[in-house]
């Protein structure tokens, strides 16, 4: 397996532009997560989904900040419009849940910087 | 709520020096336990993990953990570190929800 899939790996953009992140989470995994990492705040979940529907979305910033998963292989994180303290590392994790014990496997991430 | 407590924040060791790691958990029910490593520049990896059994786990590249109930301790061991184990290391907890709770992450520096 190709493991956990997410592009691009670096995204630079100006303030106000809109951004989409991708991911396409391992075959076979119904749960996907969204994580925020930097150096000020550490790691934090974003959304997460089951079998393509959101089951918590708290962590999510704000309204300029969406995420969806229209179907099992492919996820997208939009922020519209982005502002340079979204500046972070995003990663989308997959698993399969409690029945995978919560074991959740982890893409190379974007680095996006808003300028 | 659950909260994972890892209250080295940065570790600075020798190589073949040993090393521990702690982590504490909130959580009195049934729980399992990750160790993640975070290598620079990388995304967070498996090392480790405990569902049940035998308290003592072990993991990649010589790691293990002990899991201590009575103490909600899930520390993380290795004899004697490398320079290439410079990275970041993060504990996770798993309550029986379907995600995970993260540590806040220790940074460990291996000095050759």
């Known amino acids: 397996d190709a493991g956990v899939i997410q592009s691009p790996r670096h995204e630079v953009t100006e303030m106000g532009q809109e951004v989409t992140l991708r991911c396409k989470p391992i075959?076979?995994?119904?749960?996907l997560f969204w994580y925020r990492q930097t150096m000020m705040r550490g790691l934090e979940l974003l959304i997460y989904?089951?079998?393509?529907?959101?089951?918590?979305d708290s962590g999510m910033p704000e309204d300029r900040f969406s995420a969806k998963m229209p179907n099992a292989s492919f996820s997208t994180l939009k922020i519209q419009p982005s502002e340079p303290r979204d500046s972070a590392v995003y990663f989308c994790?997959?698993?399969?849940?409690?029945?995978?014990?919560?074991?959740?496997?982890f893409g190379p991430g974007t680095r996006l910087t808003v300028l | 709520a659950q909260s994972v407590s890892q209250h080295n924040h940065h570790v600075i060791l020798s190589e073949a020096a040993s090393l521990e790691l702690g982590c504490n958990y909130s959580y009195g029910g049934t729980v399992n336990l990750f160790w993640y490593v975070q290598y620079p520049g990388q995304h967070l990896q498996l090392l480790l993990k405990y569902f049940s059994g035998d308290p003592l786990v072990k993991g990649i590249k010589g790691f293990e953990a002990e899991f201590i109930k009575s103490k909600f301790s899930f520390n993380l061991r290795k004899p004697s570190v490398q320079w290439s184990d410079t990275a970041e290391y993060f504990c996770?907890?798993?309550?029986?929800?379907?995600?995970?709770?993260f540590g806040t992450g220790t940074r460990l520096t291996v000095i050759p």
């Open positions: 989904f089951n079998n393509n529907v959101p089951i918590d």
């Open positions: 994790a997959s698993g399969l849940g409690l029945a995978g014990g919560g074991t959740q496997y």
């Open positions: 075959s076979g995994h119904d749960y």
């Open positions: 996770a907890v798993n309550d029986g929800a379907n995600n995970l709770f």
